[in-house]
């Protein structure tokens, strides 16, 4: 009877295994495009601003800055939720 139970657990164990394990390896294409993809500029036609974006809350470390001249787009640095907008008029 112990041998019964033991060869029925290990038959269990082998199958739960190969259930979850031993398939096709799935691509993860997404962490690919990631890795290999340009994004277009933004076009500035007639928009002039500046974003600059700030560590936290207490706005004191400038972290990123993304910004339109009417015509050209800058950016350096990484946004976050700590943003401070300057809207301006093209002329």
Not at 14 to 25: D, I, K, P, S, Y
Not at 68 to 85: E, H, L, M, P
Request: net charge negative; glycine share 12%.
């Amino acid at each position: 009877m112990q041998a019964g139970r033991f060869v029925s657990g290990a038959l269990l164990a082998v199958g739960l295994m190969l259930a979850g394990c031993g398939g096709a390896a799935v691509e993860d294409t997404e962490a690919q495009d990631l890795t290999s993809r340009e994004d277009a500029v933004p076009n500035c036609n007639g928009i002039a601003y500046d974003r600059e974006y700030y560590s936290d809350a207490s706005y004191s470390t400038l972290v990123g800055t993304r910004s339109c001249d009417c015509s050209n787009y800058g950016q350096w640095g990484r946004v976050t939720a700590f943003v401070i907008t300057y809207n301006y008029t093209c002329g």
